[in-house]
């Protein structure tokens, strides 16, 4: 019995603390889209992708003309120089290889260069949801384009628009659909904008007289 009450206490107390958590998310992945130094990484990326991946031809054109060659040369060639010319088109193979994955393989050239120069943006938009977090009062802050699986979200939780603002990016209209739904001041004291859906809604006219209503036909 002891155990049983143990339990519910600590199972109630538990969800009275979460409770009085409040907490937020953000979609970083649109917040990434929206800032210019973000964008202007995406191209530079490309750019050296693009001049990487010419080197890596360059480097598999020389193996197919080895290839070539000694495929043309094959039959006026003795053992040992076949054996040779073998080797010499295995190792180019092998450099090749290397080489790509050097560029575009886990944790290399490329995947370094895109954090190098990512790192700055993170850190910008790191500062924004830490001062977004503090001034609406959060404690806990989710990414929905992070690893975690959020299988339902209510957008009166969603803060993508206040890190938006926070890092001078507010657009005069929502960013993201249904981000900013009729103020709710048990979450959020402030005074947010009506969503589209609720200023096309039609006024509920109280003078209105009610359809009279068919009798049914015995």
């Known amino acids: 019995m002891k155990k049983f009450l143990f339990i519910f206490l600590t199972g109630f107390l538990l969800a009275h603390v979460s409770q009085a958590q409040k907490f937020g998310y953000i979609d970083s992945n649109f917040i990434l889209s929206k800032m210019p130094a973000y964008n202007k990484v ?10 990487w991946q ?9 193996v197919d003309k080895l290839k070539q060659d000694y495929k043309a040369e094959e039959v006026l060639l003795t053992e ?3 054996k040779k010319r073998q080797a010499e088109i295995a ?16 944790e290399g050239m490329m995947f370094k260069r895109r ?12 500062t924004a949801v830490e001062k977004v977090s503090k001034a609406r009062g959060l404690q806990i802050m989710f990414d929905k384009s992070g690893d975690l699986v959020m299988i339902y979200t209510n957008p009166v939780h ?9 890092l001078g990016l507010a657009s005069d209209r929502q960013n993201t659909p249904g981000s900013r739904p009729a103020a709710n001041t048990a979450d959020d ?4 904008p009506e969503t589209e ?13 009610p359809k009279p209503t068919k009798k049914s036909k015995n």
Do not use: H
């Not at 010419?54 to 020389?62: D, F, P, R, S, T």
């Not at 954090?115 to 790191?126: A, G, N, T």
């Not at 969603?158 to 926070?166: F, I, Q």
């Open 42 to 51: 995406q191209q530079e990326m490309d750019k050296y992708a693009e001049a």
């Open 80 to 82: 040992e120089m076949k």
């Open 115 to 126: 954090q190098e120069l990512m790192r700055p943006i993170q850190d910008e938009v790191f």
């Open 197 to 209: 859906e609720q200023q096309s809604e039609p006024q509920n006219n109280s003078n209105a007289k």
């Open 189 to 192: 004291p402030g005074n947010l």
């Open 54 to 62: 010419k080197e890596i031809e360059v480097l598999q054109q020389q």
């Open 158 to 166: 969603d803060y993508t628009e206040y890190v938006l603002e926070e």
């Open 91 to 106: 190792k180019k193979e092998t450099e090749a290889r290397e080489y790509q994955r050097k560029v575009f393989g886990y």
